[in-house]
């Protein structure tokens, strides 16, 4: 039973996070509604994931934190730390030779 869910939570996240790709920048609505659809799925997924390695558990814990736009959001916080850092690296190394 958890293999067929974990199937089926692969295959949909799958199929919503390929339509939030391939949709046109103009289909804003639609976009939003597949992104959405990807971040839930992906939530099913980690919990089916978990539950079938019997630690259900961790699942109301960790699972919530899969779901949600958090994730695009951090990834460019912390591109904007590493640049801010190399920068700064760079310029202190450039005021000290």
């Given at each position: 039973m958890a293999s067929a869910e974990i199937h089926e939570a692969r295959e949909a996240h799958a199929y919503w996070a390929r339509r939030a790709e391939v949709l046109p920048w103009y289909r804003l609505g639609a976009r939003r509604e597949a992104r959405e659809l990807a971040s839930r799925w992906r939530a099913r997924l980690v919990r089916?994931?978990?539950?079938?390695?019997?630690?259900?558990?961790?699942?109301?814990?960790?699972?919530?934190?899969?779901?949600?736009?958090?994730?695009?959001?951090?990834?460019?916080?912390?591109?904007?730390?590493?640049?801010?850092?190399?920068l700064a690296i760079g310029f202190a190394a450039h005021l000290l030779t």
């Open positions: 089916a994931q978990l539950e079938s390695w019997r630690l259900g558990a961790l699942a109301d814990f960790v699972a919530p934190r899969f779901a949600g736009r958090r994730r695009h959001r951090s990834t460019l916080q912390t591109a904007r730390l590493v640049l801010s850092l190399a």
